[in-house]
Structures are given as structure tokens and as C-alpha cells.
């Protein structure tokens, strides 16, 4: 079964610093990875998502993500992070279930707050 | 222009009593979502339906099932509510040639 790791609960940085966030998965064939953030209060909005080719793939609000294969991570980064950035950010994987389903494994999330 | 809508926004209820829950999307996708998320932001998968048929059922409760009228909504009725069903449920369709899941705004279900 597939699993997805996300070290860091919580992270702060100041606004205008970089920002990486990391997340480790468990999948037996290609992952299909994914980041979503979570507003307070909010639903969950797709940021990106790889699923083959490039493996820096690029989203939306400015952020990033490299897939590593060897390293079974896919990273996702900002250069210059805003005030508005401060949100749960969840990283999944995807499998295939069947019969055009497709489910998602989260992480348990990394907070990141930010720093005026 | 909603995508994915759910309605109540807010659900509190007493242990004990039934309560559903509703999604609809109007993305015409062919796949609806149903997750749970717990007190520590956890999020967790409870069921799928594709095209009328529940494809996926994460061992959730039998006092959890979810209703799909059509293909555009999955309800979430929930029977004799225990303490333990306080959470966000999610709701998220997509198409089903695809992996990426478009999500509701959420609904806040506290049982007392």
C-alpha cells in the first residue's frame, strides 16, 4: 500500500525567505504526487501535481516541486514566500483503485506560518 | 461558479441522531469523493463512487453510507452519530480518467 511522509508538522519563516517543504512517499509502481494547501478553514486547493516527464514541475501561487526518484521525495519549494502562503500544505499520492477511481493518500500536513 | 459544493457548512448534533451531509459538483465529472479529517488535520479517504457504483470503502463504520442520486451528487448519511464522527468531511470529484481530485469547502460535524 502506498504511504506518504511529511517530517515537519509545523514551519516558520519569515516573509520574502525561501521555503521547502518536504514529502516522502511509499509506492510500488510510478507515483502519481501531489501537493495540495489548505486555507484556514478552507477546502483543499490543488497546487500541482506530477505525474510523468519533467521532474521539476511548476504550479500555481509561484510554488515548485522536483520529483526525485532515488530519493522517493518530491519536494516543493518557493523562492520568496508571502504572508498570504501561511496555510496547511498536504502532499499525496495517487493509485489507481479501479473502475475510473483513483484514490489519494495524504501526509499528515506541514503547518507553515510566516513571519511579517 | 462552484465546483464542488457542500451543504451544511456547519453540522452540530447530539450523539445518537442521523444526520447526511451533501455534495454536489458541476464539473461533470464522473467520480465523487467522500474524506474525513480529523482533529490533527489528518485526511483519509471513506468512499468512491463512479457512475452509480461505490468503488472504494475504507473499513469506515456501516452507520457511514453514501447516496448518489446521480452522477453529479454523493450524499454522506451518517447514523446514530458517535463523539468520534466530530471532523471535517471533505467531498472531491474527478473525471475518471484522472487522478487529480477537485475538493469541497468542507463540512464541520460536531457530535456532543
Known sequence: AQSVTQPDIHITVSEGASLELRCNYSYGATPYLFWYVQSPGQGLQLLLKYFSGDTLVQGIKGFEAEFKRSQSSFNLRKPSVHWSDAAEYFCAVGANSGAGSYQLTFGKGTKLSVIP | ???????????????????????????????????????????????SYNNKELIINETVPNRFSPKSPDKAHLNLHINSLELGDSAVYFCASSRDTSYEQYFGPGTRLTVT
Open chain 2, 1 to 47: 461558479d462552484t465546483a464542488v459544493s457542500q451543504t451544511p457548512k456547519y453540522l452540530v448534533t447530539q450523539m445518537g441522531n442521523d444526520k447526511s451531509i451533501k455534495c454536489e459538483q458541476n464539473l461533470g465529472h464522473d467520480t465523487m469523493y467522500w474524506y474525513k479529517q480529523d482533529s490533527k488535520k489528518f485526511l483519509k479517504i471513506m468512499f
